[in-house]
Structures are given as structure tokens and as C-alpha cells.
């Protein structure tokens, strides 16, 4: 049986808008992983669902797009009309808000005002626990929150403040690093 040339276009549109169909779907909806509005097999996500950060994550040799709804650490949320995107904190900062404000270090850098540096400014001391320039009194190897916590080798702590020497009353205790009130000595009179 012979059909009309009209049909025969007609069935090769229904089997190309078939297959251009089938090539849509594999790369929209319910194909992609979650939060992707389009995505390939070879690539992952090409691009994102509202309010989702595109990110690239190293896959062996390869990159491939993920859509994620807060960046990995070490990178920050850059929000743009047409793609929101996870952007590389500098090289110093462990963690970053932006571009130009780090909230946390990499060891050997302190925190300050947004910025990771080598040594804190005069005034400051390096916290190596927090990772911050804390507002810390003399001597004071780390504070919490502007209270002593350590003092450095050469000084006892007594009441969240590093003595050189042990004020009346106090002396220091050479395992703890503290001033303790004196023992008086001699026997109790009966």
C-alpha cells in the first residue's frame, strides 16, 4: 500500500518531534539530578532551578555541574539575574561571605576585620585556636572573647590576666600556670 507523500511527512514529523522530544526530556526534569533545570550525561547540570547555586565539582579529569542551595566551604554564594553561582574563596581563607571578606582561615593566617593575615596588627594577639586577632591582655597566649584562658610561658594567670609575678598573696603554680592563694606556712596553734 502506497501512502500519500502528505502523510509520509507528516509520520517523519511526529517521529522527528519523537526523537527532539525524547533529547529534551533527557536533558530537562525527571533525567537531571535534583535542582537541575537542564542537565547532560557527560556534564551533569548546565543550569539551575531558582534560588540554587550552580557549582563545578572535580569528577576524576572532568568537571560536572551540580545545583546546590548553599556553596560547599570554600566557596561563596555569587547571585546574579540570569545564574547564581558558587565562586572560590581567595587562596588564604578556609571560608568566605564574599569575594572580599573571609570568615575563616587556613592555618598559619588570622582573621582580621574580613581579611586572613600572617601576623596580627600590633595591639592584637594570633589566637591559633580561633584562628583570629583577639583583643587580648599582655602576655596572654589565648582569650575567649576578651578573657585570658593561657598565658604565655613566662606568666601565671590569675583572674583572666597574666602576672609576670604573682600578686601579694598569690603564688604561682609551676604545673598549672596559675596563681593560687598562698599556703601559710607553720602548724596550727591549738
Same mark, same amino acid.
Given at each position: 500500500?502506497?501512502?500519500?507523500?502528505?502523510?509520509?511527512?507528516?509520520?517523519?514529523?511526529?517521529?522527528?518531534?519523537?526523537?527532539?522530544?525524547?533529547?529534551?526530556?533527557?536533558?530537562?526534569?525527571?533525567?537531571?539530578?535534583?535542582?537541575?533545570?537542564?542537565?547532560?550525561?557527560?556534564?551533569?547540570?548546565?543550569?539551575?532551578?531558582?534560588?540554587?547555586?550552580?557549582?563545578?565539582?572535580?569528577?576524576?579529569?572532568?568537571?560536572?555541574?551540580?545545583?546546590? +542551595?548553599? #556553596?560547599?566551604?570554600? @566557596?561563596? $554564594?555569587?547571585?546574579?539575574?540570569?545564574?547564581?553561582?558558587?565562586? &572560590? %574563596?581567595? !587562596?588564604?581563607?578556609?571560608?568566605?561571605?564574599?569575594? +572580599?571578606? #573571609?570568615?575563616?582561615? @587556613?592555618? $598559619?593566617?588570622f582573621l582580621h576585620r574580613g581579611k586572613?593575615?600572617? &601576623? %596580627?596588627? !600590633?595591639?592584637?594577639?594570633?589566637?591559633?585556636?580561633?584562628?583570629? #586577632?583577639?583583643?587580648?591582655?599582655? $602576655?596572654?597566649?589565648?582569650?575567649?572573647?576578651?578573657?585570658?584562658?593561657? %598565658?604565655?610561658?613566662d606568666a601565671d594567670l590569675l583572674d583572666g590576666q597574666c602576672?609576670?609575678?604573682?600578686?601579694?598573696?598569690?603564688?604561682?603554680?609551676?604545673?598549672?600556670?596559675?596563681?593560687?592563694?598562698?599556703?601559710?606556712?607553720?602548724?596550727?596553734?591549738?
Open positions: 500500500m502506497r501512502m500519500p507523500p502528505f502523510i509520509w511527512i507528516l509520520h517523519f514529523m511526529h517521529l522527528t518531534g519523537g526523537q527532539d522530544g525524547a533529547r529534551r526530556s533527557a536533558s530537562v526534569g525527571r533525567h537531571c539530578p535534583a535542582g537541575c533545570a537542564t542537565c547532560s550525561a557527560s556534564n551533569g547540570c548546565l543550569s539551575c532551578k531558582p534560588r540554587l547555586f550552580f557549582h563545578l565539582e572535580l569528577d576524576g579529569m572532568r568537571q560536572r555541574g551540580t545545583c546546590v +542551595s548553599s #556553596c560547599p566551604r570554600g @566557596h561563596y $554564594g555569587a547571585r546574579s539575574p540570569h545564574i547564581s553561582t558558587c565562586a &572560590r %574563596c581567595k !587562596d588564604d581563607c578556609s571560608s568566605c561571605f564574599s569575594e +572580599s571578606f #573571609c570568615t575563616h582561615c @587556613h592555618p $598559619g593566617h586572613c593575615e600572617n &601576623r %596580627c596588627p !600590633d595591639g592584637l594577639t594570633a589566637n591559633a585556636v580561633l584562628r583570629e #586577632c583577639t583583643e587580648c591582655s599582655a $602576655g596572654c597566649e589565648v582569650c575567649v572573647r576578651g578573657v585570658c584562658v593561657k %598565658c604565655r610561658a602576672h609576670l609575678a604573682c600578686p601579694a598573696g598569690f603564688e604561682p603554680d609551676l604545673q598549672l600556670m596559675h596563681c593560687i592563694p598562698q599556703v601559710l606556712g607553720g602548724s596550727p596553734e591549738k
